[in-house]
């Protein structure tokens, strides 16, 4: 299974990103889709996931600012970033939850992305 991110760059504060993934690869299922950010001396952490049930989790710090959404047919998540800090600055990593094929059998595993960075100007 292969994430391909997409998106993120540079904004000034006040602006708008989309970031977009797609899970590819011999996939069974989908379990929960978000995304991750770290900050330069900073530990990674959860802005947004989304499940199979559409149910969104979000961290604080972005609620009312960040959506997170997915395309089932397209086994895609996307993270649209509206009113951006410059606290939000940080490399932006999908994750998914999948159940793949692996040869005669079905295995469940974490799978990540590579990092987007994005960057937010004051």
């Known amino acids: 299974v292969q994430l391909q991110a997409s998106g993120g760059g540079l904004v000034q504060a006040g602006g708008s990103l989309k970031l977009s993934c797609a899970a590819s690869?011999?996939?069974?299922?989908?379990?929960?889709m978000g995304w991750y950010r770290q900050a330069p001396g900073k530990e990674r952490e959860l802005v947004a996931d989304?499940?199979?049930?559409?149910?969104?989790n979000y961290v604080q710090s972005v609620k009312g600012r960040f959506t997170i959404s997915r395309d089932y047919a397209k086994n895609m998540v996307i993270l649209q970033m509206t009113s951006l800090k410059p606290e939000d600055t940080a490399v932006y990593y999908c994750?998914?939850?999948?159940?793949?094929?692996?040869?005669?059998?079905?295995?469940?595993?974490?799978?990540w992305g590579h990092g987007t960075q994005v960057t937010v100007s004051s």
């Open positions: 994750n998914a939850v999948v159940t793949d094929y692996q040869i005669t059998r079905l295995v469940t595993d974490q799978y």
């Open positions: 690869g011999r996939i069974f299922s989908i379990d929960r």
């Open positions: 989304i499940s199979s049930g559409s149910i969104r």
